[in-house]
């Protein structure tokens, strides 16, 4: 079987099981706009989209934020979990800060090897390029600013008051260390009530133990949810 035919197949597949995902989500939620979600999943499919349904779960949380909300996330990459967040949010002043290195710097040797080996494939050492067309692919220029640096630069710097980000996602570097320091860095920008969301919360790199140290020390007063490697939970 040739390699265009084994594609075909693929992507067959592939939309088989996403037209049944989105027919069965839309009669559970009819509430979120699900063409949008399947345009950009549709656009990322393969190795750059886990799965759906915690995918889903990503837009469904930025789509139940207050009007013209703002997020932001730690680690986006190509843009695949950016696009989500940005196209799920509502109202002109909407606002998401994508922040990452965008050269697959992570203090975990080895997730710094896959990345480079992504990045070879890819034929770049910056995903930014690539970020910024599929950000501008689903015109979403006006809603996201990416801000190219660590997390902890990042929250040094960040433009917005301390009490007013709705929604965090932390997706960048997943030893145990660095995701502590994410929550500390970034607990202090959310409002009280807002989210806080983790991918690779069942990885073995340190997220979950992370994740663990800060429900012992009461940063979260409720789980929201989990779907797949992605939990969601709700700040004091
Ligand atoms: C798993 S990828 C993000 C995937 C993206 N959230 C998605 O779901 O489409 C992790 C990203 O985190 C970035 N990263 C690693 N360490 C970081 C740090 N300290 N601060 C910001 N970004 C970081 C890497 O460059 C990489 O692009």
Known sequence: MGL???????????EKSAKKFIA??????????WENFLRISEHFRGRELSSLPERAFLFRLSHDLPLDAKVVEIGSWIGASSCLLASGLKGTKAKMYAI???????????????????MTKLKT????????????????ENRVTAIVHDSLQAA???????????????????????????????F?????????????FTSNH???????????????????????????FRVC
């Open 156 to 186: 040094k710097s960040f433009c917005e008051p301390l009490h007013s980000v709705d929604l965090v996602f932390i997706d960048g570097d997943h030893s145990e260390e660095a995701t502590k320091n994410d929550i500390t860095l970034w």
């Open 24 to 33: 069965k989500a839309k009669k559970t939620f009819p509430q979120y706009p």
């Open 100 to 118: 990452d290195n965008f050269k697959g710097n992570a203090s975990d040797c080895s997730a710094s090897i896959r990345y480079r080996e992504r």
């Open 4 to 14: 265009k035919t084994l594609l075909g197949i693929k992507k067959y597949q592939w």
């Open 206 to 232: 340190g997220v979950p133990q992370a994740i663990w140290w800060a429900v012992k020390q009461s940063y979260f007063s409720e789980l929201v949810g989990i779907y797949g490697s992605t939990i969601a």
């Open 188 to 200: 202090p920008f959310v409002k009280p009530g807002g989210i806080m969301v983790f991918h690779d």
């Open 125 to 140: 050492d910056t995903t930014k390029a690539i970020f910024d067309k599929n950000i501008a692919y689903f015109n979403l």
